[in-house]
């Protein structure tokens, strides 16, 4: 989800949010101070209370306050993770997330693989864009107890952003008493829409890969 967001920054206009082009000396001066509060709050993420056992493969300890006895459901968790996002509190977001999650946004050429990741992946998103930018449920999925699917979109200071429609998967396990996310994956709304000329994409694809068959393998 955070993906879209970091990428529509730099084909939005003055009037709704600043850019961080590099065409010019101060946007570039920009981009410089963003890097550098990245780099600094990036250590701050090995300080967070992971509450996990470094000889036991994904067994996490509950926490000493709270009722630690209840179980979360899996919607529950998902929402609270979007609350952790919004309101720019990772620190509420570590004990929803397994040690060996794995989390894809499509956007990326590669998944992000564990928890320590997926923690630095969210801190570069949520100290690159405005505050006022936060993610809104528009429905979510509250039947399985393993599985919980989400539909979303942006909106800045409470008004829908555009381009910014999404959907994402999660599935989830228990860990000594508590739902965590164990598998994560975004889609987002493109930007670009083609319409009928992704069909004929998807045919002349088609045909080549029927012409030769071999090329599938390449994928």
Known sequence: MAAMTISFLTTTTKNSIPHFSLSSSSSAFNYLIIRSRISRRINYID???LRSSPTDNNRVISP????SDSLDSASDV???FYDGINSRN??????????DCVYEDLVFPQPF??????LEFFEKFIYTISQDLQFSIDDISGEDTSAVGVTWHLEWRGKPFPFSKGCSFYRLKVVDGRHKIIYGRD???P???PGDFALVAIRSV????EQFPQLAERF
């Open 78 to 80: 998902v929402r609270r």
């Open 64 to 67: 000493t306050s709270g009722d």
């Open 47 to 49: 300080r967070f209370p």
């Open 113 to 118: 693989v564990g928890r320590k990741a997926i």
């Open 191 to 193: 930007a670009l829409k």
């Open 206 to 209: 088609t045909w080549l890969l």
């Open 187 to 189: 889609i987002v709304e």
């Open 90 to 99: 990772l620190s509420t977001v570590v004990d929803l997330i397994a040690d």
